[in-house]
Nanobody, 117 residues
Framework: QVQLVESGGGLVQAGGSLRLSCAAS????????MGWYRQAPGKQRELVAG???????NYADSVKGRFTISRDNGQNTVYLQMNSLKPEDTAVYYC???????????WGQGTQVTVSS
């Protein structure tokens, strides 16, 4: 059974930092591309940051220079370091794992991030 368990969300003031973690089980983590998405109330889910199995990263323009995605294949965990947080970063953040060539992906249950002004 595949499980993606996010943690690290919470309430923080603008300008603060949070580090999200996503622990994966039930997949061969090192073969999967990993991503962080977010969904704010009334908005569509959007990609925040992704990291391929080879370690190549990509970011949404809105978070470039503030957020950093990383992975630890030994711990089957992907991280999202979020600095200089803004109120518009408030959303539920979801972890995603998948292999595009095989046509599947999995989602975590989400973790709430709230940034107060």
């Amino acid at each position: 059974q595949v499980q993606l368990v996010e943690s690290g969300g919470g309430l923080v003031q603008a300008g603060g930092s949070l580090r999200l973690s996503c622990a994966a089980s039930g997949i061969i983590f090192m073969f999967n591309d990993m991503g962080w998405y977010r969904q704010a109330p009334g908005k569509q889910r959007e990609l925040v940051a992704g990291i391929t199995r080879g370690g190549v990263t990509n970011y949404a323009d809105s978070v470039k220079g503030r957020f950093t995605i990383s992975r630890d294949n030994g711990q089957n965990t992907v991280y999202l370091q979020m600095n200089s947080l803004k109120p518009e970063d408030t959303a539920v953040y979801y972890c995603n794992a998948g292999i595009v060539a095989l046509g599947y992906d999995y989602w975590g249950q989400g973790t709430q991030v709230t940034v107060s002004s």
